[in-house]
Structures are given as C-alpha cells and as structure tokens.
C-alpha cells in the first residue's frame, strides 16, 4: 500500500517544519471580539444557564411545568392540552397552550405558547407599537411541506397514570411518552428511548410580567425597580430582564424577558452534529468547558461577522437550527423552529453500561440545552434511523436543494472589484487565451453609480450590455450584486420609492430606520412585506434595470442584515417589520427574505418580459433553514490562509447535511493574499465545494489562475478540468439533492453510519452516490496524504488505478501537481472528458462511462440530464438513466429511470446524437485477458437490435495498479436502451 519512496517523505516532512516556521510569522487577523456578545453579554442566554446550572446542582430539583391531566385531549393525529407554569411561594400558575402533532412522515413536533402573551392580554413599555404575541410566523417562511398530520396516530392505553403515549410513525414503530408532572416528552423507536425533552428539567418559557416601577419617592438610593412579587419566583434576578446595553447601543425591550429554552438529550448518542453555520469542526463540541472544549454555546444570529475566527462557537452569516445526533446504525434529530437570536449548549455524559463493568462498555450520551430569545417553543423530532431519513424528513419540511442552472455548478471567476466594463472583457478574454475554462465572472459593489443598486457607473460601466454580449459569445455568464441597504440620497429613483411606498424597515418609534452601511447613510428593504416584495419584483426588469441582459443573475450580500453602525453589526432587536413584529422575533429569517424576493424577480423577470422561464441564481450571504430552495450561499469573508482552507471542508460538509448543500468557500481567501502553493491547493479543494467561486477582497493583488505562472496554471488548469470533466456526475448529485435532500459532499457518518471510528471524521468527502471520495490537500508543503476508508471495499486511485483495500488508512502521494482522489468499488459515474470553455459549450458533447468494479463484481450508478437551465425538466424534458454492471453475466447496461412526461419525446430527439464515446472498466477481471471485442445491442422501438462487435483494449494488472479495460465509441445514445457484453 505504501508507494511513497524514502527520499520523498524525508522532503515531505521538511516541508512540514518549514510550513511550521511560516505560521509563526504570519501576521495573525483576528475578530474583534468585543463588537460580539457572549453568553454572559446576553441578558437571556446568561439567565438561562444560570437557570441549568442551578437545575443541575440541585438534587430535588423540579421542573416547575405541569401538564393539567384533564386538559389532555388527542384528535386526529393532534394532542393539545394546558401545561402550567408554578411560580414558587405563589398561587399564580402561567398558563401555556401545548399541542403535539405527529405527522404522516413520521415526524413529531410540540409547540408551547403562552396564552397571555396570544391574546394580547399584556402591556408594552416605552409606548412601543411592537406585537404582543410570540412570533407564530417562521413557518410561514420556514415549512413548505411535510405537514400532512398522521391519520394512523394513536393513544397506547397502556399508559401509565400521569401520562400520555402516543403510537406513530410508519408501522406504527415510533412512540411519544408525554409525562404530565413534571412536563416532559420521550420519544421512542422500536421501544428504545431516542430522545428526550426537558428530562433535565431546564425548560423555561419567561411569562409576561409587568415592570413595576416604585413610586418616585420611595425609592431610596442604591435601590432598584421592582417586578411585582406576585409575578416573579422568589430569588429571581431581575437585573437582565428590562433594557440592555452592548457596545454604546441600547435595546429598549418593550416587551420584557420572553426567552424560551429546553434541554434535548439524546441518550446513548456520541456524536452530534448540524447546527450551521460555525467555523468548526463537523461533530460539534462540548460547549461547557473543560480541556480543548468550547465555553460558550454555540450562537445562531445572523451577522457579518468581520475577520471570524476558526474552530470557534462564535455566530456567522447564518442560522439552521437543526440537529442530528448520531451513534452506531442510528441517526435521529430535532430542528428547534425560532427565528430569535439562539444559543445552544452540549455536554456529553458517560456511563458505564454494567455497574460492574467499571467503565468498560459505558455508553456516553449527549446533553443539549437550546435557548431562544423570544417566540414559541417550537421543535421537530426526527426518528430516523438513517442520516437519509433524517435529512430527507428535514427537507420535505424546509424545501429540497433548487435544481440550479448547470452553469452555476462550474467555476466562478469574482474579485471585488473588475474595474471597468473592458476589465470584465480583458479577464474574460485571458481566461480564453490560457485555455482555462470557467462559467461566470462577478462584480463586486463598485460597478453601481455611487453604490446605488440598479444604476452602472457611467464613467466605468459605458456599455454594460456590450459586456454581457462578449460573455454570451461563449455562453458565459454575470452576476451583480444587489444588497438589501439603499442609499439615502436625494434624486435616487429606488430611495425615492421606497420611501414613498413606505416598504422600508422601521425603528423603534415606527420612523424609517436609517443606518450606515457600503453606500453611507442607507435605508433597508422590508421583504417581510409582500408589497415590498412586489416591488422589487419589478425593479429587475429588463426595461427598469437598464443595463441588463438575460445573462445577468444577481448576488445577495450584507442581508443579515448588516448595519456598519448597529449593535453587533446587524440591525436593532426593537426595529419594526411588517405587521409590527420586531427585528428580535424573526432576526434569522430576515435574511431569507430578501434572497426569496430576489429569486421570485428574477423568476418574474424572465416570465413576463421573455417567456423563457430559466431557472433564477441568486446567491446569499445570510440564510436560515429554507434559503436551500432559493439559491446557493457561501460562506462568507474567509482568509487567505491555510487555517481557514483546511475549515471550508468542514464547513461545507456541515452545510450539507443542514439541508443547504449548495455551498462553498471563497476559493484563495478574501482577506489577504495567498502564496502560490495556497492558492493552487485551494482550486483543488474548491473543485469539490458544490459551490466554486474564486474571490478576493478589493486590497488583494490580482490573482487570476493565469497570472499564477507555471507550474501552478497549469496545476490549477488541471483541477478545473476535473471539475468540468465530471460535472455530469455533481449535476445528478444535485438532481438527488432537489429530490431527495441528499448531501451533494458526504461526510463519513453519513455513507457509513455503522462505523462509529469515522463519525467525527471531517476532512475527506464523497461525491454524491458516486463513490468518488476526495481528500484535498489543505496543509503547507504536505505531499502525501492519509485517507481513511471504512469499509470492506477495494478503492482505486482516480488518475492511475492503484489499488487501495479497506479498511484502514492508506497514504497516497499528494505533491502539489495530485489531488487525491479515489473511486470506491461497486460505483458507476459519469464524465464529460472534452475541454471547452464553458459548461454551455458542452451540452451536445459524448459521454465517457467510468464502471469501478469492487468486491462483488457488481457496480451501479445513474446520469440525470437536462437542459441545464429551464424549467421545462419538470414536463419531462429530461434523461435519467441507471447503469449496472452484473458480473454474472459481464453485462453493463442502461435502463430508463424517469418518468415520461409531455416533453420527453423532443428532448431524446434533441439529445440524440449525444453518445457514449467511452467505457471504461477500471478493476477488470483478470480472465478478461487476450479479449479484443465486447458486443454491443440497442433498443430500438423497444425491440433489442442484433448485436454487433466493438474492439476493446484490455490493460493487465501492474506494480499495484488495477487491470483496466476500454471500448471506445460503442456507438449508443446516452438516453437510449443498450447493453454491453464484455
Ligand atoms: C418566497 O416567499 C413566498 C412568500 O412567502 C412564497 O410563497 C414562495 O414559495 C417563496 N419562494 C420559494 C422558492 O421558496
């Protein structure tokens, strides 16, 4: 297994030390981390642990929530019942609305409200006009589907005294034990206890109460305001719940303390995982402290988070409140629906399975605790088994992946900024001249007039459509940025209508609200209001958008939203959206909005001015569970270092099993300017983020992958036309995805879930059902690299078909010019192999099949294939074929796979000439030997023709690399019926 000869480890590990001394002089960039709140900084986070940390030491500590027995009612799949709230030394009993509904997928949800707060029977202070509820409406922009309540729910009468059980789930194999006193829930799968809610007791839903202020008079100095003692437990600090100041910025909190947290545990689970986005490792830590474990919670609060950190529980751009625990063979989780600032805490606990074991065989289990400022407590349960069927579950609620224009899954040119409309032209033209493909270029917030969206600067931009026009020439395309703030200024058409139309974002006080961002003084869209969404709707026609061209598609940036001036760089908590709900309520989602806005104008766009509906690309910075079905994002101004490589792995891999799997990093950093080697690593990892954009920050060098200079050009050259030689294969992977919510790059523990020794393994990826599996390389001066196979299985070196056998670690040679890349056996892709320009360019090109024969002898994979850009697959316009191989009979054949529809016939028409120019089996068997012919038969008309012979080169075994054989030209369509008898 081991190829690597002497000299060229000893090198290797120079290298390494060399690498060491690098870092130690590289100027380190960090966050500012006093512009960001801890636990601790925020009032109900920090009421909240101190609310578990006395749970926890208290021997006899009860959970204060009761479920009235006789409340309990259960109809047609829904229980709704009364569950109480006793404050201690009072009578007073807050009274919170629950129902549980179990749904037809198999999904359980419980939601809590507080029926004071429904009614609106409280006061708000400081006169606000903020609504009085607890925000019901993340559903509204969250779920799209899955809600189908469950028809075969029903009660076990065996329950015991004091509780509710609840059969569900298909089969009838999942179980709900709702506990009355103290409140709680278990949820069971085949009787084995999965996952349990507030078993801790650290659910805590804060009451209204009022704030009452003592008469001027008696209050003596020293001494504060007091709630009345009625409302509050004994002891409870007050001392957070009113107004709060961070950074010279006060929220005013009309409407008190509101937080809602509970504890989720998942017993017998190792492994957690989710909860995106954060610069860290896939399986999440602990968050309490401790021995290289993090100390404060894992924060979801959208903003832009300038310089982030690695390995770190710090907030991004980004919020999925969605969980996945995982322990061998079973995988099982929960999505806690709440758009307010959340954290969330992780502990794991381990015991031992015998008490007479002494530690041997203990199981470890994991403790989560999730605490949301304001809104319903509001959670999904997922049972499982498998990471699919949590995911999937997960998406028929949230929307699957968009199936995105082909285009935007090759490889995107962006830097901040192309200067000028003939810099656009120049680039687009050198990307030409060195022979290196790519799809899109960008531009960045200098192309508008005065950072005034929907204008071209006059004096750089002359001739905007000229530019597109060249870009079109080869089927390439451009993308804007459009971000959310508008720029105060006087005689600017889109201000002037905003402001008239009163579509903006208010402030406390119901005024527009005004803060500073790129363009200054600036104004923010609401896109919670469906008339603001209309309108900027109409803002991207062709005719009001002057300038642009059906090969314009747009970037959504800064829509968390980020406000140069505002606490934490985002927007205040006690702004006003539409319908009067505040910014604290629904903060997570903003960002959605704008990107959904977006995405329906483009839709708009091209519908009622072109009547060619082509599928809309709109990329966003911010997003929250959902922003899948709109587009990809990325994450965010990464840096110019090998830290900050190495992080993207896991943080796309994270994105993926989130739901969102169209996701990628800033190939080469956009902070800083990246050495060569740095660079030219980040193309070959970037040639598996689903997402590949190359960017840079505005003080960066140029760095276009011409100006690299050999041997990088040509290195990155390579692992372009890698990407673009197999982006048939990333195509399927997202037609999976947009059907089924499966990740397009896959983490270990979701290809394997019985092998518990690679769960935490975040570093090396499978390409959809592929088999492929990637490892790029993300360290200084490495040149081999360790891959870590689970299975059973032969894997074989993409390039040169070395042998590799599972399980274990094997080491494959990785100087700068290898990727490394293996196929795993069993697995069938497909490929593109001729070099082009653009992927527009390769729609009519022949197909090469890669059959990758493992231990069985069997192997299998699919080709899905569409126009790559309008909508007319969903009328059938489509192929999607599997291919199997069978040993048996050394047959490889194609059969039909999808559903006709009515545009099925002119599409095959259409693709008819498009063949399978090559087959190649990579680990042929031996007796294959001295074989010259395979024979070939089509279906025509349903019919098999007669077979005819096609020659086939048979390549023996050698020095450690796998038999090999070829058919060139076969001659069959890639959308027919065939097979192929070796
Ligand atoms: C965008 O939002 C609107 C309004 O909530 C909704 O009807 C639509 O389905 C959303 N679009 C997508 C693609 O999710």
Known sequence: ???????????????????VLCLLVTPAVTVKHENFKTCDQSGFCKRNRAYADAAISTSKWQSPYTLDSSTVKFEKGVLTGMVTKKLVNTDTKIRLPLKITFHESGTARVTIDEEKRQKGEIELRHGSKARKERYNEAEKWAIVGGTAVSTGAALNKD???????????????????IKHAPFGVQFKRDGETQVKLNDRGLMNVEHWRPKVDKPEKEVKEGEEAVVAESDKDAGEDESTWWDESFGGNTDSKPKGPEAVAMDVQF????????????????ALKETRGGDGKYSDPYRLYNTDVFEYEMDSPMTLYGAIPFMQAQKKDSTVGVF????????????????????LSLGIGGTTSTETHWISEAGLLDVFVFLGPTPQDVIGAYGELTGFTQLPQQFSIAHHQCRWNYVTDEDVKDVDRKFDKSKIPYDVIWLD?????????????????????????????????????????????????????????DLAIKNKDGNIYEGWCWPG????????????????????????????????????????????????TTGPKDNLHHGNWEHRDLHNINGMTFHNATYDALLARDKEEDKHNVRPFVLTRSFYSGSQRLGAMWTGDNQAAWPHLEASIPMVLSMGISGYPFAGADVGGFFGNPSKELLTRWYQAGAFYPFFRAHAHIDTRRREPYLAGEPYTEIIAQALRLRYGLLPAWYTAFHEASTTGAPIIRPNYYVHPGDEKGFAIDDQLYLGSTGLL???????????????????????????????????????????????????????????????????????????????LGNSGDAEGTLYLDDGESFDYQSGSYIHRRFKYQAATATLTSEDVGTAGKMTKEYLKKMEKVRVEKVIVVGAPDGWKGKKEASVSEEMAGKSA????????????????????????????VGGGWNIAF
């Open 774 to 852: 990637a490892k790029p390389v993300v360290k200084e001066g490495q040149e081999e690299q360790v891959i870590y196979l689970a299975d059973k299985e032969k894997y074989f070196d993409y390039f040169d078909f070395w042998q590799y056998e599972g399980p274990g670690m094997v080491s494959v040679a990785a100087p700068l010019e290898n990727i490394p890349l293996l196929m795993q056996g069993g697995h069938i892709f497909p490929r593109r192999d001729r070099p082009r320009r653009s992927s527009g360019l390769m729609r009519f090109d022949p197909f090469t099949l890669v059959v990758v």
């Open 159 to 177: 329950a015991e005294k004091g509780s509710t059980r609840v059969m569900y789930g298909p089969g009838s194999k999942f179980e709900a034990v």
């Open 1 to 19: 297994m081991e190829w690597l000869n002497g000299s060229r480890r000893r090198w290797a590990s120079l290298l390494t030390l060399f690498c």
């Open 521 to 568: 003084s600036s104004h923010w869209v609401d896109c919670f209001n469906p008339k603001a969404r209309e309108w900027w709707k109409s803002l991207f026609r062709y005719d009001k958008f002057k300038g642009t061209a059906k090969n314009m598609f747009v970037w959504n940036d800064m829509n968390e939203p980020s406000v140069f001036n505002g606490p934490e």
């Open 946 to 973: 007669p077979s005819r012979k096609v020659e086939m080169e048979f390549h023996a075994k050698a020095d450690g690399k796998a038999a090999w054989a070829v058919v060139r030209d076969p001659g069959v369509q």
């Open 336 to 355: 806690w629906l709440n758009a307010a600032e959340t954290w969330i805490d992780i502990t794991k606990s381990t015991s031992s399975a015998n008490p």
């Open 267 to 282: 017993p017998g689970y190792q492994h957690v995982y989710g909860v995106a986005s954060h610069a860290g490792p896939l």
């Open 445 to 501: 917030i200098e192309y508008p007039e005065g950072k005034k969206y929907f204008t071209w600067d006059p004096l750089n931009f002359p001739d905007p459509i000229a530019m597109q026009k060249q870009l079109d020439d080869h089927e390439r395309k451009l993308v804007a940025i459009i971000d959310p703030h508008i720029k105060n200024e006087g005689n600017y058409h889109i201000v002037d209508e905003l402001k008239s139309k």
